[in-house]
T-cell receptor, first 113, second 110 residues
Framework: DTGVSQDPRHKITKRGQNVTFRCDPI?????LYWYRQTLGQGPEFLTY????????KSRLLSDRFSAERPKGSFSTLEIQRTEQGDSAMYLC???????????FGPGTRLTVT | EDQVTQSPEALRLQEGESSSLNCSYTVSGLRGLFWYRQDPGKGPEFLFT???AGEEKEKERLKATLTKKESFLHITAPKPEDSATYLCAGGIQGAQKLVFGQGTRLTINP
């Protein structure tokens, strides 16, 4: 399977702990996106990378959130000092060219207790 | 503010009963209207992209259309396996993000 992969698929953590998620995009895609989705809502944009450069960040991405794509391949999303409101599905997507379809991974379901 | 709104929020149909889902958008400089299917606990699966008013795309029992203010996803003679949440999203001029609607949860009863 050469689609977008995400790890872990599920994460349960206690409030105040740090968590890190990984995304591996489709191999030839140089554009990578992070979204967050809560129950009954559509995905909300968090941030965008073109190669290793982080070019767009949403106001949703507070100081506790940081994303990296060190070599322009996989990406990590870290949440520090997690809060219950961070509980959501975190989705990664990739695309080959701008303004075209984005292909999503299976998501990481985060539960903060 | 860029906004995408889908209706209805939920729709139940009998197998074989055709219907349409609506997606209305107010987006500054739309750069593509995208339709996705999402099954419970999974990521969205790409279905269609429409770029110009009047454009239509078809795939099996699904057909997507686009006007200057809204898009429709028509489902013809649906089957239970078409049950899913259908999401539409707008591409924004000058940005790379997609702005999603809240989705329509479609249930097809056998």
């Amino acid at each position: 399977d050469t689609g977008v992969s995400q790890d872990p698929r599920h994460k349960i953590t206690k409030r105040g702990q740090n968590v890190t998620f990984r995304c591996d995009p489709i191999s030839e895609h140089n554009r990578l996106y992070w979204y967050r989705q809560t129950l009954g809502q559509g995905p909300e944009f968090l941030t965008y990378f073109q190669n290793e450069a982080q070019l767009e960040k949403s106001r949703l991405l507070s100081d506790r959130f940081s994303a990296e794509r060190p070599k322009g391949s996989f990406s990590t999303l870290e949440i520090q000092r997690t809060e219950q409101g961070d509980s959501a599905m975190y989705l990664c997507a990739s695309s080959l060219v701008p303004n075209r379809e984005q292909y999503f991974g299976p998501g990481t379901r985060l539960t903060v207790t | 503010e860029d906004q995408v709104t889908q209706s209805p929020e939920a729709l139940r149909l009998q197998e074989g009963e055709s219907s349409s889902l609506n997606c209305s958008y107010t987006v500054s400089g739309l750069r593509g209207l995208f339709w996705y299917r999402q099954d419970p606990g999974k990521g969205p699966e790409f279905l269609f992209t429409l770029y110009s008013a009047g454009e239509e795309k078809e795939k099996e029992r699904l057909k997507a259309t686009l006007t200057k203010k809204e898009s429709f996803l028509h489902i013809t003679a649906p089957k239970p396996e078409d049950s899913a949440t259908y999401l539409c999203a707008g591409g924004i001029q000058g940005a790379q993000k997609l702005v999603f609607g809240q989705g329509t949860r479609l249930t097809i009863n056998p």
